[in-house]
């Protein structure tokens, strides 16, 4: 059985419904007082919770990290909404267990700002995508990617919102596919 865990730096929108759906081993954040911990609380999933700033330096940082995931003996980190690039010292130890999803079509509107950045843009379309990670931003191998329409009368809520929803059901699908287990098959 593939153990996971979920990295989410804010609300944790999208580790509620892997956590609905999957046996999360922890969820980590990089926020102390990230929303994303309140809803670990309310699903009963274990949670650590450090920032970068309390170390010496990023190497340091994701050594502890490294150290949370081999403890739990995790198969496959799922990056959730986790705005931090994953340096080196995480990567070559999690290279090819280390997924993440992004609200744009990559490789169209990579960074921090997906949704909006398509939206200025004035796109028909944008996209979900789950990709694993590597030492880029947003450049990894696609692993699932899906359109999602803008439409006539959206505005950036709504937009946003029909991205969100289509994430909801791109993550759980790619983790079936990469053999991941639901509770409730
Ligand atoms: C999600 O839309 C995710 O795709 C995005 O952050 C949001 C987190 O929402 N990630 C990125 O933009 C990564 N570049 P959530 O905390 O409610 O799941």
Known sequence: MKKIAVFASGSGSNFQVIAEQFDVKFIFSDHRDAFVLERADNLGVPAYAFELKEFDNKAAYEQA????????????????????????TLLSAYEGRIINIHPAYLPEFPGAHGIQDAWEAGVDQSGVTIHWVDSGVDTGQII?????????????????????????????????????EPKNP
């Open 65 to 88: 990290i490294v150290d949370l995931l081999d403890q739990h003996q995790i198969d496959l980190v799922c990056l959730a909404g986790y705005m931090k690039i994953v340096g080196p």
């Open 144 to 180: 699932k990617q899906v359109r999602v329409p803008r439409l006539a009368g959206d505005t950036i809520e709504t937009f946003e919102t029909r991205i969100h929803e289509h994430e909801y059901q791109l993550y759980p699908q790619v983790l079936v596919e990469l053999g991941v």
